[in-house]
């Protein structure tokens, strides 16, 4: 999906206002229980996409052990500042700054990607997935929690920046969503929770928890 590069600047600044503003707040910033769901064992590499505070980074680093690490990506300046603050003294975690249509991490780098309510916050979800499957090793999974929208947004809602940094005014059908992640060549998807749909800004929209792979044979 293109974005016009007006309005993705300006989801940016609004979406980088909107969390610089919570990263000093006790808010939950979650739509799901990804972490949880992905289950990562001692030894494993972690990798948490829109890490926010660091709270899932902190959480996955005692889950996989001093044999294992956490990272985790961030856009944010002021969420990242919160995590490190939040991780010091864990010395299986750290945290980056990076964009999640191009993180600054090496390929076939992690076990085990988690995401909560944040690739929804992306013009291109193509370019996150197809990143989430460079950074797997093969075999790797996944599991995000995202929001989707019952039917396509109107376009009043789709240039509000604002409605973006809200998290709903880049949120795509399901079926559109899934396809992404598919087409970024991950399989074995399971959609393993999906809640009842609700309003916000005038548009109708759920939470869904979807688990998947890199495959362990690749095709070119």
């Not at 995000?144 to 109107?154: C, I, R, T």
């Amino acid at each position: 999906m293109s974005t016009d590069p007006k309005l993705a600047d300006g989801i940016a600044r609004a979406t980088a206002t909107r969390y610089g503003a919570l990263s000093a707040t006790k808010d939950s910033l979650s739509c799901g229980r990804a972490l949880d769901v992905a289950a990562p064992c001692p030894g494993e590499y972690v990798v948490d996409l829109g890490c926010g505070r660091g709270g899932d980074v902190a959480r996955a680093a005692l889950l996989v052990g001093p044999l294992g690490s956490a990272t985790g990506v961030d856009g944010s300046e002021r969420m990242l500042a919160a995590a490190t603050e939040a991780l010091a003294g864990v010395p299986n975690a750290r945290v980056v700054r990076s964009d999640l249509s191009a993180v600054a991490l090496p390929d076939r780098c992690a076990d085990v990607v988690v995401s909560n309510c944040a690739i929804n916050h992306a013009p291109d979800k193509g370019a996150v997935y197809r990143e989430v499957h460079r950074l797997l090793r093969p075999g790797g999974r996944f599991a995000v929690s995202d929001v989707v929208s019952e039917e396509p947004l109107p376009d009043s809602v789709r240039n509000d920046p604002e409605a973006w940094a809200a998290c709903y005014g880049g949120s795509i059908p399901e079926a559109d969503y899934l396809a992404a992640i598919s087409g970024a060549g991950l399989a074995d998807l399971e959609l393993v929770r999906r809640t009842e749909p609700y309003e916000k800004g005038g548009v109708r929209i759920r939470s869904i928890t979807v688990t998947g792979r890199r495959p362990v044979e690749e095709h070119p």
